[in-house]
T-cell receptor, first 121, second 110 residues
Framework: GAVVSQHPSWVICKSGTSVKIECRSL??????MFWYRQFPKQSLMLMATSNEGSKATYEQGVEKDKFLINHASLTLSTLTVTSAHPEDSSFYIC?????????????????FGPGTRLTVT | GQNIDQPTEMTATEGAIVQINCTYQ??????LFWYQQHAGEAPTFLSY??LDGLEEKGRFSSFLSRSKGYSYLLLKELQMKDSASYLCAVKSDSNYQLIWGAGTKLIIKP
């Protein structure tokens, strides 16, 4: 079953409004979560790293005042797109690292949420 | 800088075998991941390599050569449902962040 959930799965909003997207780790704690954006037929683009109990780390070119990230608990991170514009329309995906199965070769796998498709009209 | 290269698109026939290559140049190396992403969906984990060699998991295998900065994903007995994008990602340091390749779109033909 899913280990990372995202809500909503899709949202349509009017230009100038704000939209909040939630990302939850379902059966494990995640002190770090990642937020990605993906435009059609393009690869994932890391927007920011969400850190529980501290400020998020934003990638170059991503406006921190426009994309507000709050990692309020060990299982929840939220991304708020403020004053949304049509060019913000995209597929937003979160991920959280979780220990992978296996012994010495185990590593933290990134588990992705199902994504949120945002359309700004 | 950090760079990961993989072919943009590949085409293969149902029932055949296909190999998707990935080369990387990163400041450090702590493992290489392969993910599958169907259109409109989030990526799903396929494999992880941190030591040289081949890791086999059912129809999918992944190979790593750290000295060459090279990996490949091998898909056998291709099925139509394997049509997807395949993403190569490297963990370059000790934190959780991955460096992503642009992905290879695999098209399976009957």
């Amino acid at each position: 079953g899913a280990v990372v959930s995202q809500h909503p799965s899709w949202v349509i909003c009017k230009s100038g409004t704000s939209v909040k997207i939630e990302c939850r780790s379902l059966d494990f704690q995640a002190t770090t979560m990642f937020w990605y954006r993906q435009f059609p037929k393009q690869s994932l683009m890391l927007m920011a790293t969400s850190n529980e109990g501290s400020k998020a780390t934003y990638e170059q070119g991503v406006e921190k005042d426009k994309f507000l990230i709050n990692h309020a608990s060990l299982t929840l991170s939220t991304l708020t797109v403020t004053s949304a514009h049509p060019e913000d329309s995209s597929f937003y995906i979160c991920s959280a690292p979780r220990p992978g199965a296996g012994g010495a070769r185990s590593s933290y796998e990134q588990y992705f949420g199902p994504g949120t498709r945002l359309t700004v009209t | 800088g950090q760079n990961i290269d993989q072919p943009t698109e590949m085409t293969a026939t149902e029932g055949a075998i296909v190999q998707i290559n990935c080369t990387y140049q990163t400041s450090g190396f702590n493992g290489l991941f392969w993910y599958q992403q169907h259109a409109g969906e989030a990526p799903t984990f396929l494999s992880y390599n941190v030591l040289d060699g081949l890791e086999e998991k059912g129809r999918f295998s992944s190979f790593l050569s750290r000295s060459k900065g090279y990996s490949y994903l091998l898909l056998k007995e291709l099925q139509m449902k394997d049509s997807a994008s395949y993403l190569c990602a490297v963990k370059s340091d000790s934190n959780y962040q991955l460096i992503w390749g642009a992905g290879t779109k695999l098209i399976i033909k009957p």
